[in-house]
């Protein structure tokens, strides 16, 4: 069963950065792709980006895209979201998962992000 568990959140100004972590144990790193989501108050969960198990290939949904960047030290077993030029609407608890072909997707517990306007 793989562990995951998010860092990095916090509170910042609207234009500022951040740089969340997802350190991953438990499984075989590279055996699965890497995908943030985030969830804000009263809203759906919904996809951010996504990177390839060997780093390869990367997605992002538009309304992060030329903003967030994912990435990911398989060495370090570790999945990487660095977010620039914040927004007020990106605040959202934020949730790293990993899935696999034929193996069960797991979560992380999430990590708070605020933006202040």
């Known amino acids: 069963q793989v562990q995951l568990v998010e860092s990095g959140g916090g509170l910042v100004q609207a234009g500022g950065s951040l740089r969340l972590s997802c350190a991953a144990s438990g499984g075989t790193f590279s055996n699965y792709g890497m995908d943030w989501y985030r969830q804000a108050p009263g809203k759906e969960r919904e996809f951010v980006a996504f990177i390839n198990w060997s780093g390869s290939s990367t997605y992002y949904a538009d309304s992060v895209k030329g903003r967030f960047t994912i990435s990911r030290d398989n060495a370090k077993t570790t999945a990487y979201l660095q977010m620039n030029s914040l927004k007020p609407e990106d605040t959202a608890i934020y949730y790293c998962?990993?899935?696999?072909?034929?193996?069960?997707?797991?979560w992380g517990q999430g990590t708070q992000v605020t933006v202040s306007s």
């Open positions: 998962k990993c899935s696999g072909l034929g193996l069960p997707d797991y």
